[in-house]
């Protein structure tokens, strides 16, 4: 009787289990499978790096105020080519400043992203550096056809390739336009800088008129940075020696008198004059970001953000520095030093021809690493080796806004910027670093 009752036992689970599994498959007859929760776009950042590498390559070549103010465009432009492969992102249209709407893409279809990427690099490259020579439109077909020709085998198919590529072309050409529409003045047309005790003057050798004085009334990416200021400057103009003014400038002529070979090296770096001898500003900064991003491994999706961020950053911190440099209008140390404390004093190397705070280097340089850190990470290290060609070694910074650090110090080497100048500037380029860094591109 014993194994009849378990007999039965058996028969009954089996005939329960198969109710359930009839029931279960009824259920996947009558609703569709669900859709497999989509992965971040995960493949390299090489087209991306690559692009910037080029990029670089022409501000190393030539230097112009116009080469680098675009690099927000550009890297929002490279956002957007490749934002819709990374699930749950949101287009920068909805966060920044007067931004139109980016092309939409058409539903139920698939695009390989890392071609959208490759066709809206060439595209703005084209457009934003004015003077190409022939062997510079050349080195940009180069690349794209390069890419076209790795980069198809690896799509889906035909089509998703051929679709990525005419929308990255769609999406270049309205951040082109977006550009072209822009509103900032990089001239110097017409003006004619104040006169007064303390205010700045145009400078030796060259005694040029101050660079880019309208550029403050160009439009932010950020509303918040639309009236962004600093406070005014520490310490009230005088040449008496007991002075906290005068023992601020005397201290960048004694260091200037007794700099260490480690010191002049280290303003020396950061000089980014161009013309072949160096990279601009801007471009020294995107080839730091860029640094960052191959020694961490990121994947094209981060890579996207981390240069959109740096680059909107960049722009708001040029715009904020240069209107706040022609609001007080300072003078530069060595006008300061000729006058009160040494006649025919010259500094270790030349002042740029604008008012001096804040400094630029530290605001600047710093907004855009800050701003790529808050993507890559805020402790990771970075190797530079940009000037390796210029026999400089390999500089190792803890951080990326440790980098910024030291670009903003070796101006007080340099014998351009007094150290409460260069204090300001960090300080100001950390502010708008991390307000783009608060940007939530997934909500």
């Known amino acids: 009787m014993k194994r009849v009752y378990l007999a039965n036992t058996n028969l009954k689970i089996l005939y329960v289990l198969g109710i359930i599994f009839f029931l279960f498959m009824g259920c996947n007859d009558d609703e569709p499978d669900p859709t497999p929760a989509p992965t971040e776009l995960t493949e390299k950042a090489d087209v991306a790096n690559d692009w910037y590498g080029l990029q670089l390559r022409f501000l190393l070549e030539r230097n112009s105020t116009l080469n680098g103010f675009w690099f927000g465009h550009l890297g929002v ?23 139109p709407a980016m092309p939409a893409v058409a539903p139920n279809t698939t695009y390989y992203w890392p071609e959208s990427a490759n066709a809206a690099m060439a595209a703005m490259l084209k457009a934003f550096n004015q003077g190409l020579t022939v062997a510079n439109t050349a080195s940009i077909d180069s690349l794209e056809n390069a890419y076209n020709v790795r980069l198809k085998p690896l799509a889906t198919d035909a089509a998703s390739f051929d679709r990525a590529q005419v929308y990255g072309r769609s999406v270049a050409k309205a951040i082109i336009d977006w550009y072209t529409a822009d509103n900032a003045n990089l001239g110097n047309t017409g003006y004619v800088p104040p006169v007064g005790i303390g205010l700045w003057q145009p400078t030796p050798p060259a005694n040029a008129n101050g660079v880019m004085p309208f550029i403050g009334t160009a439009k932010t990416f950020l509303a918040v940075h639309t009236s962004l200021t600093i406070p005014a400057f520490p310490f009230p103009y005088s040449e008496v020696n007991t002075s906290d003014f005068y023992k601020m400038v005397k201290e960048v002529a004694d260091v200037n008198t007794a700099l260490t070979q480690d010191q002049k090296n280290t303003a020396l770096y950061w000089v980014d004059q161009g013309n072949g001898v160096g990279y601009t500003p801007g471009g020294h900064d995107f080839a730091l970001v860029k640094q960052a991003i191959e020694q961490k491994g990121s994947n094209l999706g981060i890579a996207a953000e981390a240069y959109a961020k740096a680059g909107i950053a960049e722009r708001d911190a040029v715009i904020v520095t240069f209107r706040a440099k022609y609001q007080y209008n300072l003078l530069r140390p060595v006008t300061y030093i000729q006058k009160v404390i040494t006649p025919g004093w010259l500094p270790f190397i030349t002042t740029p021809p604008h008012p001096e705070y804040p400094a630029a280097h530290g605001a600047v340089t710093g907004s855009a690493m800050q701003a790529a850190a808050r993507v890559l990470g805020e402790t990771e290290p970075v190797t530079d080796r940009i000037y390796e060609f210029r026999s400089y070694p390999a500089r190792t910074f803890t951080s990326l806004f440790s980098a910024a650090e030291e670009a903003g110090i070796s101006r007080l080497y340099g014998g351009i910027h007094y150290r409460q100048s260069i204090t300001a500037g960090l300080t100001l380029g950390k502010t708008i670093g991390n307000n783009v860094g608060d940007l939530k591109l997934k909500p």
Do not use: T
């Open 77 to 99: 432009g490279l956002y957007e080519s490749v934002r819709n492969g990374i699930p749950n992102h949101v287009s920068l249209s909805s966060l920044l400043n007067g931004m």
